[in-house]
């Protein structure tokens, strides 16, 4: 062999050796390729090594993990015309990489696009105590709204959850006040029916007394055996006999354990008698 056609040889296998290394493209396991020969569209190719006519053949990667995109802070008006602003993430992934690649031109940029537009949306039909109290729900709703749309670009949207809510400060010290405001009516509430239920214990403890008249009296030695040792000053008349109506002001008394003073009306019975028998006498 001479020396040119050696030298031809050795050129066309060197042009040989770069086309092939040329050619070769790798694939990873998380990524689906799609190869187009002359601008069309010609077959999907898997993960490992694949091979490309350098020139007349090209091949497009596409990543088929979940994605997570912030969703830029954006103010939106409410149902009940409050300014909100609000921040969001979304979860998204390729599920059909020949629709992502060929339906639309930047799936990413769309698909954020996207979320936006319904995001205004759904909160501009939703009032502020629901987007405040319901976000979770807002968000799914947001979430299946956006699926439905993508699904032609071959997009699967995974999660839309709502990060942040912004309100302005003149909105927040009104929501601190309603706030303050429910404590003090649940604290109302809860006290009065208390007091409620205090009163009637202490009227059941008062009927119980006065129809046992072993344990009025019993409750009234124990009323001074706890006097015993302070310095109150309720009295206690053990040596006169009390008719109903006093038994039942004792008893109430008594269920009570309050300083309560039992009045003798005594006194002013003799004092009576002793002012009307001067005047039987004058005459």
């Given at each position: 062999?001479?020396?040119?056609?050696?030298?031809?040889?050795?050129?066309?296998?060197?042009?040989?050796?770069?086309?092939?290394?040329?050619?070769?493209?790798?694939?990873?396991?998380?990524?689906?390729?799609?190869?187009?020969?002359?601008?069309?569209?010609?077959?999907?190719?898997?993960?490992?090594?694949?091979?490309?006519?350098?020139?007349?053949?090209?091949?497009?990667?596409?990543?088929?993990?979940?994605?997570?995109?912030?969703?830029?802070?954006?103010?939106?008006?409410?149902?009940?015309?409050?300014?909100?602003?609000?921040?969001?993430?979304?979860?998204?992934?390729?599920?059909?990489?020949?629709?992502?690649?060929?339906?639309?031109?930047?799936?990413?940029?769309?698909?954020?696009?996207?979320?936006?537009?319904?995001?205004?949306?759904?909160?501009?039909?939703?009032?502020?105590?629901?987007?405040?109290?319901?976000?979770?729900?807002?968000?799914?709703?947001?979430?299946?709204?956006?699926?439905?749309?993508?699904a032609q670009?071959?997009?699967?949207?995974?999660?839309?959850?709502?990060?942040?809510?912004?309100?302005?400060?003149?909105?927040?010290?009104?929501?601190?006040?309603?706030?303050?405001?429910?404590?003090?009516?649940?604290?109302?509430?809860?006290?009065?029916?208390?007091?409620l239920e205090?009163?009637?214990?202490?009227?059941?403890?008062?009927?119980?007394?006065?129809?046992?008249?072993?344990?009025?009296?019993?409750?009234?030695?124990?009323?001074?055996?706890?006097?015993?040792g302070g310095?109150?000053?309720?009295?206690?008349?053990?040596?006169?006999?009390?008719?109903?109506?006093?038994?039942?002001?004792?008893?109430?008394?008594?269920?009570?354990?309050?300083?309560?003073?039992?009045?003798?009306?005594?006194?002013?019975?003799?004092?009576?008698?002793?002012?009307?028998?001067?005047?039987?006498?004058?005459?």
């Amino acid at each position: 062999m001479d020396p040119a056609s050696f030298l031809g040889l050795a050129v066309a296998a060197f042009g040989v050796a770069v086309v092939a290394f040329g050619g070769l493209r790798q694939v990873n396991q998380w990524e689906t390729a799609l190869k187009f020969t002359l601008g069309k569209f010609s077959g999907r190719k898997g993960p490992g090594l694949n091979f490309v006519l350098p020139g007349f053949q090209r091949m497009v990667r596409i990543d088929m993990r979940v994605r997570n995109r912030d969703l830029p802070q954006q103010a939106v008006i409410t149902a009940d015309n409050v300014t909100a602003w609000i921040d969001a993430v979304i979860y998204y992934k390729v599920v059909d990489a020949e629709k992502a690649t060929l339906n639309v031109q930047d799936y990413e940029h769309a698909v954020r696009d996207r979320a936006k537009v319904v995001l205004r949306d759904v909160v501009g039909e939703t009032s502020l105590d629901q987007l405040l109290a319901h976000r979770d729900e807002i968000a799914a709703k947001v979430r299946s709204a956006v699926e439905q749309f993508v699904a032609q670009w071959g997009l699967h949207v995974e999660l839309i959850a709502l990060q942040d809510i912004q309100l302005p400060q003149q909105m927040q010290e009104v929501i601190a006040k309603k706030a303050i405001a429910e404590r003090d009516r649940q604290y109302v509430v809860i006290k009065s029916q208390a007091d409620l239920e205090s009163a009637k214990n202490f009227a059941e403890a008062a009927r119980i007394l006065h129809q046992s008249p072993g344990a009025m009296e019993l409750r009234r030695l124990e009323a001074l055996q706890n006097l015993s040792g302070g310095t109150s000053k309720v009295i206690f008349d053990l040596a006169k006999p009390q008719g109903a109506s006093e038994t039942q002001a004792a008893a109430v008394a008594a269920a009570l354990g309050g300083s309560v003073r039992v009045a003798d009306e005594q006194p002013e019975v003799e004092e009576a008698e002793g002012q009307a028998r001067p005047r039987a006498m004058r005459r």
